[in-house]
């Protein structure tokens, strides 16, 4: 039995419901604070995001600005004249300040150290700016632009005059006579003089024009020196002109000379000036602001461009790290929780493994014990409520379901009316014998039996009645078996008894005990009532070796009993419908039938008061050529369940009409008496068929009386009835066949339309012996009589027995003692004598 312990028990189902409280609200709190924790930062992220993306995008203007700006100067250099692109430059440079101001103001989070690096671009930009203004103004004035130019124009060309006008007074003294030249050298030197002036003139000019057709440096040097050896030449010439001019006497020649000398020398010096800008890349001022102020200045801010971009760059991949920092943060929290989760199920499992499982596991092994048929063992819980509940339910329910089950299996092999074993209880112990005996060798016997006309009884005394016959009918049987046999109720009033250990010869005794306690009369509802059992027997292994056939030749063998009213009857295989030779017989039944090969017998019936024959019974004979005689109800059976019983039945009709009339022509006024099965009741064409063979032979229908046995005709009164009051209708004398055997009361022979009752033999055969049969025999001629019928008396086999039914004042007497029923011809033969003898 179970131990159960439930104070103070915590309950399970409270207890995980805390639990999960308090799990989800951590849980929740947990990815609510990682939810805000995250999003927070993405927020200043995205918020940096912009800012960065912002920056990148000026600094992208920057750039292009620059580009543009740096483009414009070159077209500028190019087109000078085209102040759409001063304007530009103008725009862009403002353009491209904003733009920087913007980087400088940057005021998102992330913004570091961007200032330092944009306020020089921002510096750039300005000078940029002034030095482009620079550029354009000396790309604007020509002088600015090109200053050995302004040199050449500006000074050079004054004093290359200056020299030519010394030399042109000089040469006018002379070839004007003014001066007598006392050296004739000195003429020629200054005419050679003059020229080399012009020549180095022209070479300056030469010199400036390659210059201006940008010639390499190589021959403006070569140019340059050439012309300086000129000038050192002419110098030199301008000394010796000088010393000759000192012994002469002119006016002027020293003085224009030394003029000449200072002007040239000047020049020279303009030269000297004009070369090195010349050829030392000073050409072009655009070129050297270019080189010197622009390029740079684009270079330095490109350069700062370019460091900003590092600064940006390293602002979003701050950003970057900053989100994966924070995704990073998310995921472990994830993490986390996961890993929490997993400590907690796997907390709630071993919990539930300890405080549930194991319970359960326990209470299964205790059920599984009990489902084997063990005795439940003992459960021991200290853990929850809820088990201990659950084992204390398991417990109840067992004693529920085997309580239950008692009653169910009990109910299931027990008969509820009497308590004796049912069918299936039987079949099982017959299949345990059938092991037994096999083993053994040994035998056994089976009865079925029956009680005859319980249905009548049923109907008659009512159903509580009915019960009490069949409990009263089954005790009496109890107390005349053995304990080791077994008494079981097939159903209706249909039992059977397995008897182990016996064997069939044996069992006759214990048949006619029972039969013999059975024929006490029972007092059913304030009356006495006879009844009567039909018992079949079959043994083991002689009649068959399984269950199935056993029962169902017992059944045969009852049936054979109730049939021949003998009480008991040992199974007949040569009775058996299945078997061969049964087999056999029926396919020759219908042969029979077909070709006339059966016969009619006639058994006399005599009139009480004066012992005419006044009637036959016609009887049906069939000689079979292998088997001989069969018995007429079995023919009458086998016909039944061939279905050709009708067939039969109208043969029989008019084989005994056509004999009857030859009786009447043979002078005897004898009627013919032909027995009905109950199925030809069930023949719409019967009346007409009669009426047909009646007309056929013309015998008049009073001579005509068809029998129809009593309990066949109360068990099918319903069908019955019909047929026979067209039957009674047409005149044609209707019998009570075997009168007494069924269970016909008076008040359904008032419904009947019947002429004659015939009793049975079973109580006229002994009658003389049996008080019993006497009443009965009396008191059913006196009812007979008393309902206007016509008795009739069978189965009379001695003179005494013919005596006594004559003195009851039975009308008509039939039996062996008068005659056996006879061929048809030897049945002519007796009334042929008979009218003799009457004659
Ligand atoms: N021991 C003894 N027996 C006597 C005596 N007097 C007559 N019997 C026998 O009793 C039976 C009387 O016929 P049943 O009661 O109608 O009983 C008949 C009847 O129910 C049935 N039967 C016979 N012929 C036909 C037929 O053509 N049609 C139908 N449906 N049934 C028939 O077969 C049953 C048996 O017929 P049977 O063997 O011919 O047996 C006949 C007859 O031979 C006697 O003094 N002592």
Redesign the pocket.
Known sequence: MLLRNTAGLPSLRKRYISLTIFLGLFVASLVAFGYFQTSTIKNAVSKGYEGVLQEQANLEDVRNHLLVINKDINLFLLDPQNENLIKEIDSYTEKSLKSLNQLVNSQHEYHVELEDKVNPIIDYFEKLNREVKRLIEYRLDINKQYPAMAISANEMEGQQDEVNSGFELLIMEIESGSLELKSTELYPLLLKSQTLWSKTISQSRIYMANRLASFTTGILEQQGQSLADMFLVFESNIRRLKALYSKENSFEGTAILDSIQKVSEAWFVNFLEMRVISETGQWRADTVIMRNSVFPLVNEITQGCNDVEAIIKREKQFLDEELSRSDDSFKYLIYGIIALYLIVISSILMSMEWSIFKPIERVTQALRSRAFGMDMPKIETTETEEIARLIEAFVQMDEEVTHRQNALEHQAMHDHLTGLPNRFLLNQRIEYQLLSAERQQGSFVLFVMDLDFFKEINDTLGHASGDKLLIEASERIHKLIRKSDTLARLGGDEFSILLPDMHKLQAGELAEQIIEQIGQPFELNGEKVNVSISIGIVSYPDDGLNAETLLQYADMAMYAAKRKRIGYSRYDSSENIYSKERLTLVGDLIDALENDQFELHY?PQVAAENGRICGA????RWQHKEHGYV???KI?EMAERLGIIHKL?LY?LRKAIAECRRWHQLGSDVSVS????VRDLANEQLCAKIREYLNEFALDYRYLTV?I?ESVMMENLALSLGQLKKLNKLGINISI??FGTGFSSLAYLKRLPVNELKID?SFI?EIDEDENDQQIVSSTINLGHSLGLKVVA????TQQVMDMIKDFGCDQI????IS??LPAKAFRQLLKNASRNVS
């Open positions: 058994q019974e016609a009887l049906l018995p007429p109800d009458i039945s029989v032909v027995n009905l099965s029998e046995t066949d075997d033999k055969m069978e189965g009379v086999e039939q039996g062996y003692f056996k029923p």
